[in-house]
Nanobody
Framework: QVQLVESGGGLVQPGGSLRLSCAAS????????AGWYRQALGKQRELVAA???????NYADSVKGRFTISRDNAKNTVYLQMNSLKPEDTAVYYC???????????????WGQGTQVTVSS
Protein backbone atom coordinates (compact mmCIF):
# COMPACT_ATOMS: atom_id res chain seq x y z
CA GLN A 1 0.00 0.00 0.00
CA VAL A 2 1.38 3.37 -1.02
CA GLN A 3 1.17 6.14 1.53
CA LEU A 4 2.79 9.31 2.76
CA VAL A 5 3.73 9.28 6.43
CA GLU A 6 4.57 12.52 8.21
CA SER A 7 6.59 12.78 11.39
CA GLY A 8 8.46 15.36 13.42
CA GLY A 9 5.62 17.47 14.76
CA GLY A 10 5.28 18.44 18.39
CA LEU A 11 5.29 21.25 20.92
CA VAL A 12 7.99 23.89 20.65
CA GLN A 13 8.56 27.29 22.22
CA PRO A 14 8.46 30.46 20.12
CA GLY A 15 11.77 30.93 18.36
CA GLY A 16 12.42 27.21 18.29
CA SER A 17 12.85 24.80 15.40
CA LEU A 18 11.32 21.59 14.14
CA ARG A 19 11.97 19.41 11.12
CA LEU A 20 9.06 17.61 9.57
CA SER A 21 9.56 14.52 7.43
CA CYS A 22 7.26 13.03 4.84
CA ALA A 23 8.23 9.53 3.77
CA ALA A 24 6.61 7.88 0.80
CA SER A 25 6.32 4.16 1.36
CA UNK A 26 5.29 1.35 -0.95
CA UNK A 27 6.18 0.46 -4.50
CA UNK A 28 7.28 3.91 -5.65
CA UNK A 29 9.39 4.72 -8.68
CA UNK A 30 9.76 8.46 -8.15
CA UNK A 31 8.31 11.65 -6.67
CA UNK A 32 7.44 14.59 -8.88
CA UNK A 33 6.10 17.73 -7.23
CA ALA A 34 5.75 17.74 -3.46
CA GLY A 35 4.58 20.23 -0.92
CA TRP A 36 3.63 21.05 2.63
CA TYR A 37 0.30 22.55 3.62
CA ARG A 38 -1.07 23.54 6.99
CA GLN A 39 -4.47 24.03 8.49
CA ALA A 40 -4.98 25.98 11.68
CA LEU A 41 -8.10 25.52 13.78
CA GLY A 42 -11.02 27.25 12.11
CA LYS A 43 -9.04 28.22 9.03
CA GLN A 44 -8.66 26.91 5.51
CA ARG A 45 -5.76 24.72 4.48
CA GLU A 46 -2.97 26.80 2.98
CA LEU A 47 0.19 26.10 1.04
CA VAL A 48 3.36 26.50 3.07
CA ALA A 49 6.07 25.33 0.70
CA ALA A 50 6.35 23.41 -2.54
CA UNK A 51 9.16 21.72 -4.43
CA UNK A 52 9.44 20.44 -7.99
CA UNK A 53 11.51 17.50 -9.12
CA UNK A 54 13.79 19.99 -10.85
CA UNK A 55 14.63 21.70 -7.57
CA UNK A 56 12.46 24.80 -7.80
CA UNK A 57 10.84 25.88 -4.56
CA ASN A 58 7.99 28.17 -3.59
CA TYR A 59 7.04 29.50 -0.16
CA ALA A 60 4.17 31.31 1.44
CA ASP A 61 5.13 34.88 2.28
CA SER A 62 4.52 34.20 5.96
CA VAL A 63 7.29 31.58 6.12
CA LYS A 64 9.89 32.91 3.68
CA GLY A 65 13.31 33.05 5.27
CA ARG A 66 12.24 30.78 8.12
CA PHE A 67 11.14 27.51 6.48
CA THR A 68 13.04 25.37 3.99
CA ILE A 69 11.67 22.50 1.94
CA SER A 70 14.08 19.83 0.77
CA ARG A 71 13.98 16.28 -0.49
CA ASP A 72 16.02 13.10 -0.53
CA ASN A 73 14.98 11.32 -3.70
CA ALA A 74 16.93 8.19 -2.78
CA LYS A 75 14.81 7.88 0.35
CA ASN A 76 11.57 9.12 -1.25
CA THR A 77 11.36 11.64 1.57
CA VAL A 78 10.48 15.33 1.67
CA TYR A 79 11.45 17.56 4.59
CA LEU A 80 10.32 20.87 6.00
CA GLN A 81 12.85 22.61 8.23
CA MET A 82 11.06 25.21 10.33
CA ASN A 83 13.10 27.81 12.20
CA SER A 84 12.15 30.87 14.24
CA LEU A 85 8.75 29.40 14.88
CA LYS A 86 5.90 31.68 15.92
CA PRO A 87 2.62 30.93 17.67
CA GLU A 88 0.81 31.66 14.42
CA ASP A 89 2.62 28.68 12.85
CA THR A 90 0.53 26.40 15.05
CA ALA A 91 -1.44 24.06 12.79
CA VAL A 92 -1.74 20.55 11.47
CA TYR A 93 0.85 20.16 8.72
CA TYR A 94 0.14 17.93 5.75
CA CYS A 95 2.43 16.81 2.98
CA UNK A 96 1.34 15.92 -0.50
CA UNK A 97 3.14 14.56 -3.49
CA UNK A 98 2.68 13.33 -7.02
CA UNK A 99 4.00 9.79 -7.16
CA UNK A 100 4.86 7.50 -10.01
CA UNK A 101 4.41 3.94 -8.86
CA UNK A 102 6.53 1.05 -10.09
CA UNK A 103 4.93 -0.14 -13.29
CA UNK A 104 2.69 2.89 -13.41
CA UNK A 105 2.22 5.23 -16.34
CA UNK A 106 0.80 8.33 -14.70
CA UNK A 107 1.39 10.50 -11.65
CA UNK A 108 -0.93 9.89 -8.72
CA UNK A 109 -1.63 12.50 -6.05
CA UNK A 110 -1.32 11.51 -2.40
CA TRP A 111 -1.82 13.26 0.93
CA GLY A 112 -0.35 12.38 4.29
CA GLN A 113 -2.38 12.07 7.48
CA GLY A 114 -1.03 15.26 9.04
CA THR A 115 1.17 16.06 12.01
CA GLN A 116 0.40 18.62 14.71
CA VAL A 117 2.78 21.51 15.29
CA THR A 118 2.12 23.67 18.34
CA VAL A 119 4.19 26.76 19.07
CA SER A 120 3.60 27.97 22.59
CA SER A 121 5.45 29.06 25.70
Amino acid sequence: QVQLVESGGGLVQPGGSLRLSCAASGSIFSINGAGWYRQALGKQRELVAASTSGGSTNYADSVKGRFTISRDNAKNTVYLQMNSLKPEDTAVYYCNADLLLNGGTSWLHYWGQGTQVTVSS
